[in-house]
């Protein structure tokens, strides 16, 4: 848990842009503040992310006054995959889920997924269930341009998830 004194820090990681919303906290926290921070060039063999991500590391380090604050990365549907997974009643544990999920990856995209992080929900046994995927790489450079300002990575999530998971509240 974070202490209350500890800053907030909400970024959209898109294609043209990044949307950052700051939210200071502490006894009295101020309102949310919006910055939009346009993304340069694109990178064809990257759907698009190694431009997001060195604004972000870009706009991370203009800003050493967040040291310390948590970080949310909301990754837009551009950099994401998805596919629908069919229950298995055949796998016993989500280690066997996610090779299920992987081959489902390979078979849809090819071999470019084998380069990808796959993350799925079993929340519903016997459901199919959605799992995405992105470049291994995509997480690593947030997680490392986290770490080097300073930051508390809290979390990365797909705009569809984040969007059901807002929705399911």
Do not use: C
């Not at 503040?33 to 590391?57: D, H, K, N, R, Y």
């Not at 450079?141 to 569809?160: C, F």
């Amino acid at each position: 848990m974070l202490p209350l004194w500890a800053d907030q820090l909400s970024i959209f990681l898109g294609p043209d842009r990044l949307l950052v919303g700051h939210r200071p906290r502490g006894l009295r926290p101020a309102p949310m503040t919006t910055t939009t921070v346009p993304v340069s060039g694109s990178s064809e063999g990257s759907a698009g992310w190694e431009s997001a991500a060195a604004a972000l590391e870009s706009h991370l380090k203009a800003n050493p006054q967040w040291r310390g604050a948590s970080l949310r990365i909301i990754l837009s549907n551009h950099f994401v995959r998805y596919v629908l997974v069919p229950w298995s009643n055949d796998l016993s544990n989500e280690k066997e889920h996610l090779v299920l999920a992987r081959r489902h990856f390979a078979v849809t995209h090819g071999p470019v997924a084998k380069n990808w992080a796959i993350r799925m929900s079993l929340d519903r046994p016997g459901e199919s269930h959605v799992a995405s995927a992105l470049d291994e790489s995509l997480m690593t450079r947030v997680a490392l341009a986290a770490a080097a300002s300073h930051l508390k990575l809290m979390s990365v999530e797909p705009l569809l998830m984040a969007s059901f998971n807002r929705w399911q509240q």
